[in-house]
Structure formats: C-alpha cells, structure tokens
C-alpha cells in the first residue's frame, strides 16, 4: 500500500515556466488536499477537493491551479511560476470529512530561479 | 478564518527530560487538534490527536492537554530520546462547506533537539 505519492521529490524552474506538481493515492480517499511549506512556517493550504470533479480554494490559490477527474489524482499546475512559489508541496488525502487523520506525500522541494 | 499560534520555536532538552510545546487557536468552532511530526525530508506524520470533547489524551510517552475555555492545546512528551528530535505541528481543525470538508490551520512549527 503506496498511501500518498508525490512527484517529482524536487524541481527547479525558471521564472515564467509551468509545471504539474503530481499527486496519487491508493487508499480511495475522498478528500484531497495540496499545502505549501516555507522555511519556518507552517503549512498554507492551497487548494482542496471533496471528491471526483470538485475542488475549491484554499487560503493561498493565487498562481496555482488544480483539478480532480479521478478519485485517485489531484495534480497542482503552476501556469507561469515566481520566485514566490519557492517552497515544499505537500499532497494528503483524508478518508472522508468525519475522518480527521490526514495522510501526508513525502513533499515535492521546488525552486524558482 | 482560524488562527493557531506555537510556541516556542525551538526547544532543546536533555535525554531523559521532558517537552511542552504549547498552541492557542482563535476559533472557538475548531473541534479537533492533531499533533504531527515532521522530520527531515519528510511529510508531516500524525503522533497524537484530540477531539473537542476530550480534555487530555495519552499515548504512552505523549499526551496532550485541551482547554476549551482558554483556546489553548499542549503536547507534552515525557523521557525524551534523540529520536523525539524532529519539527512539532500543531493544528486547528474547522468544518467548511457547510460541513461537507474540513480544513487544518497549522502552528509555524516548533523544532525539538534532544541532546545526549
């Protein structure tokens, strides 16, 4: 059982690039979620999705986009990436909304230079 | 929106001590507070969680402590060893959507060493 996985582990893009961060999970969980992790900060959530087909903002969406056609993929697109975007991604996946625990990625490390 | 405040930011601690890290949060409709731990090159792990409901909650050498009136959550981890070192998240969890998703608002961290 594979849980959450994430790639690519680490990336460097230059500014005004795209990319797709991918994330995939095995454990059929309806929710999905995509953080960014800066140097001494907590986790910032970026984008969510309660199921198949739906997905919603979180507290930082600027610069990003995400979609969800299966249950198991909630891929993160950056269009044109900064600087600002430097950051650990993580992917997790929660069973469902009365299941609290999330189940993190490994985490993907980008750099925009 | 939820705000969760951690503190401190580092600790160091002897082998054999013990460690308390404390968390406040804002918004009084949280109703779950996990704990991860977060090491090196890794995804947060969940070591410990509490409901609303539930004032204090051991997992052999972790607990954490609720004040529901105060906003405010504890871990403690008691006979720490060098494998404890590692970063400390703690989160706020509020229902959104109306209740169809849940979001976690996380603490800016706490990196513990445990020293020989």
């Known amino acids: 059982n594979a849980g959450v996985t994430q790639t690519p582990k680490f990336r460097i893009l230059k500014i005004g690039q795209s990319m797709t961060l991918q994330c995939t999970q095995d454990m059929n969980h309806n929710y999905m979620y995509w953080y960014r992790q800066d140097p001494g900060m907590g986790l910032k959530l970026i984008y969510y999705?309660?199921?198949?087909?739906?997905?919603d903002k979180g507290e930082v969406p600027n610069g990003y986009n995400v979609s969800r056609s299966t249950t198991e993929d909630f891929p993160l697109r950056l269009e044109l990436a900064a600087p600002s975007q430097t950051s650990v991604y993580f992917c997790?996946?929660?069973?469902?909304?009365?299941?609290?625990?999330?189940?993190f990625g490994a985490g993907t490390r980008l750099s925009v230079l | 929106g939820e705000n969760v405040e951690q503190h401190p930011s580092t600790l160091s601690v002897q082998e054999g001590d013990s460690a308390v890290i404390k968390c406040t949060y804002s918004d009084s409709a949280s109703n779950y507070f996990p704990w991860y731990k977060q090491e090196l090159g890794k995804g947060p792990q969940l070591i410990i969680d509490i409901r609303s409901n539930v004032g204090e909650k051991k997992d052999q050498r972790i607990a954490v402590t609720l004040n529901k009136t105060a906003k405010h959550f504890s871990l403690h981890i008691t006979e720490t060893q060098p494998e404890d070192s590692a970063v400390y998240f703690c989160a706020a969890r509020v229902n959104i959507n109306t209740g169809t998703a849940s979001k976690l608002t996380f603490g800016t961290g706490t990196r513990l060493q445990v020293t020989l």
């Open positions: 997790a996946s929660v069973p469902g909304v009365a299941k609290n625990i999330q189940y």
């Open positions: 999705s309660v199921g198949a087909g739906i997905t």
